[in-house]
């Protein structure tokens, strides 16, 4: 559903591109009804009307979820449930996995770098800003403050950030004023970015936003 979505967001699934491929597979002549049933998700991208009169078909938008196809299909009705999109806990702890095999070679790389140039707690801290956004922000996207994953990501890093921060303004060999002011500072600028990157992934892959 979510692939149909973006599809008919960025025009590849749309009024031109379906009468197109009907017309490229030969579908008049394959099948002898001309009715389309189109995901519902992909409304977005489908005027009817226009695909009606370019290939003479009929369209038809089906369920959100495939699992209900089949009854859709025996009572030829969608009902409230099946036109309703969930996003369930379920759903977005599927997309967590995705996000670690994405994430896990730049942040294993990431990590060596910077526990060669300063030194263990900067490694911690990129793979903690990772290990914090990945998970959380998919799975506890209604608990978080914002819609936009972007901003969400921020908030996260945020709180990731705020521990680096103390450490790095208590041990640093600088003045207090001087600790608070340059090194302390600098994991609330520099960390909550990645989070905030990677959280904003999530946004074509959730019908959340």
């Known amino acids: 559903g979510i692939n149909v979505w973006c599809a008919a967001g960025k025009g ?17 002549a394959v099948v002898h009804h001309r009715k389309l ?3 519902q998700l992909g409304a977005t991208g489908i005027a009817a ?19 209900d196809l089949a009854l859709y299909l025996q009572t030829g009705q969608a009902t409230a449930g099946m036109r309703r999109i969930h996003f369930t806990f379920r759903d977005r702890l599927l997309l967590v996995p995705v996000a670690f095999v994405h994430a896990a070679l730049p942040t294993l790389a990431a990590a060596a770098l910077l526990y060669l140039i300063a030194g ?3 490694s911690l801290a990129a793979i903690t800003a990772v290990l914090a956004v990945e ?13 936009a994953f972007s901003t969400n990501g921020l908030f ?3 709180l990731v950030a705020l521990p680096f921060a ?6 640093a060999p ?4 001087a600790n608070v002011a340059l090194v302390a500072i600098s994991p609330l600028l520099i960390i909550p970015v990645v989070p905030a990157y990677l959280a904003l992934h999530f946004t074509g892959c959730t019908p959340y936003t």
């Not at 699934?13 to 579908?27: G, V």
């Not at 998970?135 to 819609?147: G, V």
């Not at 103390?166 to 041990?171: F, K, L, M, V």
């Open 12 to 28: 590849t699934f749309s009024t031109d591109e379906l009468p197109r491929r009907i017309e490229l597979c030969r579908l008049s």
């Open 49 to 67: 009307h226009l695909v009606q009169q370019l290939s003479g078909f009929s369209v038809e938008f089906g369920p959100v979820r495939t699992a």
């Open 174 to 177: 600088l003045s207090p004023w």
């Open 166 to 171: 103390g450490y790095s303004g208590t041990h």
């Open 37 to 39: 049933i189109v995901p």
């Open 156 to 158: 996260l890093g945020v």
């Open 120 to 122: 263990p707690v900067a």
């Open 135 to 147: 998970p959380c922000s998919p799975c506890a996207a209604p608990l978080l403050p914002t819609r």
